[in-house]
Structure formats: structure tokens, C-alpha cells
């Protein structure tokens, strides 16, 4: 298979995984939710007050998350499909479970930025063969740009584990 064939396979795959994603993120369905390439993970130890759930905790979230509850234990999340300001697109989705000990913050990859990222890595490999000043510059601002939505979305949810460790018992967060 040639690189042009492999482009136009991959174009309508990319768009289709992108369609599929947004169908599942908008539905709310749970195993989108609860399983992917996870790429943050974070336990909170401690305990919620007796009368408190973890949706109580995520409803008066400031990070700008959408959460769903899938039940006492379980909230999904994601940022809104639309933005109406100048943010990094969004790289993850995610869990937030809760065992009765300590809470936990899964972010799992979206899967329209990852497949976009192969396309567009594919058509850089493709540069390369013909020039390779063109490929780097082509490819510097895309790795760029990875980045920083990265890094952007890795502090909204680190402010999230912030507001939920405010809310438990034992104030102590420990990286995992």
C-alpha cells in the first residue's frame, strides 16, 4: 500500500473515529467513560462526610468540566463539545470513583486528537521523504500545539483533584 492509499483509508477512518467519539461523549455512555489510554491518574485518600456524595463535590466544580453522575460511587466528565472562548482543544475525558477511602481521577485520551495526530504525523513522515526542513517545520508547531493542550488540560484537572481534596476528610493527595 502506497502513501496515498494509505491517506485516503486513513482520512474517512479519522472522521469516522471523530463522529463515533462525539456521539459517545454526548450520550453519556458509561464504558467511553470508564475505559481508554489513560494518560493522568491521581488517588485522594480520604473520606466524604456522611451525607455527601461525589456528585455534591463536582457539582460546584470551577474547572469547566460537564459531569454525570452514573451513580453513587461513579461520575464521568468531559468539557463541553462547544468553547466560546480561546482554550486548548480538549485531550481527555474521564472517571471519578470513589471507594469509601479515597477518590479517583482517571483521564483517559480522546481518541479525535490521537487519531488526527497519526494522520497528521503520517503526512509529516511523507514531507520528510521529499524535504526535510519542510517536515520539521510543518511538524514543529503540531508537536507544539500537542503540547500545550496537553499541559492545559493537565491543570484543569489538577484543579479538580484541588476541589475534591477541599472536600474530604483527610486533606492529602498523593500522585500515582
Known amino acids: 500500500m502506497d502513501l496515498i492509499s494509505a491517506f485516503r483509508f486513513l482520512i474517512p477512518v479519522a472522521a469516522a473515529i471523530g463522529v463515533g467519539e462525539v456521539i459517545a461523549s454526548v450520550i453519556w455512555l458509561p464504558i467511553y467513560f470508564r475505559h481508554g489510554v489513560q494518560i493522568y491518574h491521581r488517588e485522594i485518600h480520604g473520606e466524604l462526610e456522611s451525607t455527601r456524595e461525589l456528585s455534591d463535590i463536582t457539582a460546584c466544580s470551577n ?89 492545559a488540560q493537565k491543570r484543569q484537572l489538577d484543579d479538580l483533584v484541588d476541589e475534591i481534596t477541599a472536600n474530604l476528610k483527610t486533606n492529602t493527595a498523593v500522585m500515582s
Open 63 to 151: 474547572t469547566g468540566f460537564l459531569f454525570r453522575s452514573v451513580n453513587a460511587q461513579e461520575v464521568i466528565f468531559r468539557d463541553p463539545l462547544i468553547h466560546f472562548s480561546f482554550r486548548a482543544p480538549p485531550w481527555m475525558h474521564g472517571l471519578l470513583s470513589y471507594d469509601g477511602s479515597k477518590c479517583e481521577l482517571l483521564g483517559l485520551a480522546n481518541w479525535t486528537p490521537v487519531s488526527f495526530g497519526v494522520l497528521f504525523m503520517m503526512f509529516g513522515i511523507f514531507a520528510f521523504v521529499e524535504t526535510e526542513f519542510t517536515a520539521l517545520a510543518m511538524l514543529a508547531p503540531f508537536v507544539a500545539l500537542w503540547m500545550w493542550s496537553y499541559q
